[in-house]
T-cell receptor, first 109, second 114 residues
């Protein structure tokens, strides 16, 4: 079966760095998305990785290892507004997105 | 620029009542359209997707249905709601043919079935 695993909840301190991990098992693989979702709102796009390695976008970076079925989202210089859920989604061989349950990130001052 | 809107934002319905959620996209033509449901503590569940007018693919057999009467309009319906239909419903669009393209989501509709 297809499966996406990510931690349910994480807590971090304002100004610090946090890494949110995601492991995936899919029938075929055509890339991995990270989305941010504030409570009660729609998800918004953060990143897409299809090749191994690290992609950096300002305070956010996303890493992918296809051989390990593993990705992480790295958030630096955390701000209170980063408190949200972070959704990992892998694209399978049919180009459908398989979504994880999301990681709720709590930022403390 | 492209925009996506869905409504209503919130609704409370009794069991057995009908449902209609509507979604429209502006600023693009012939988009792929999607309806997702998000239950607490679970990942987004794809309910329906459409690659064109009148073309609907169902991912999960249930008492919901979808229709695409116009190119940029996508409607989610039910004739008789169940308690288990409660959740956060999200409409989304993606550029036709962009199989790994970004999904753009509507604001969401929170449905509570009592």
């Amino acid at each position: 079966g297809q499966n996406i695993d990510q931690p349910t909840e994480m807590t971090a301190t304002e100004g610090a760095i946090v890494q949110i991990n995601c492991t995936y098992q899919t029938s075929g693989f055509n890339g991995l998305f990270w989305y941010q979702q504030h409570a009660g709102e729609a998800p918004t796009f953060l990143s897409y990785n299809v090749l191994d390695g690290l992609e950096e976008k300002g305070r956010f970076s996303s890493f992918l290892s296809r051989s390990k079925g593993y990705s992480y989202l790295l958030l630096k210089e955390l701000q209170m507004k980063d408190s949200a859920s972070y959704l990992c989604a892998a694209v399978d061989s049919n180009y459908q997105l398989i979504w994880g349950a999301g990681t709720k990130l709590i930022i403390k001052p | 620029s492209q925009t996506i809107h869905q409504w209503p934002a919130t609704l409370v319905q009794p069991v057995g009542s009908p449902l209609s959620l509507e979604c429209t996209v502006e600023g693009t033509s012939n988009p792929n359209l999607y309806w997702y449901r998000q239950a607490a503590g679970r990942g987004l569940q794809l309910l329906f997707y459409s690659v064109g007018i009148g073309q609907i693919s169902s991912e999960v057999p249930q008492n919901l249905s979808a229709s695409r009467p116009q190119d940029r309009q996508f409607i989610l319906s039910s004739k008789k709601l169940l308690l288990s239909d409660s959740g956060f419903y999200l409409c989304a669009w993606r550029t036709q043919g962009a199989d790994t393209g970004e999904l753009f989501f509507g604001e969401g509709s929170r449905l509570t079935v009592l």
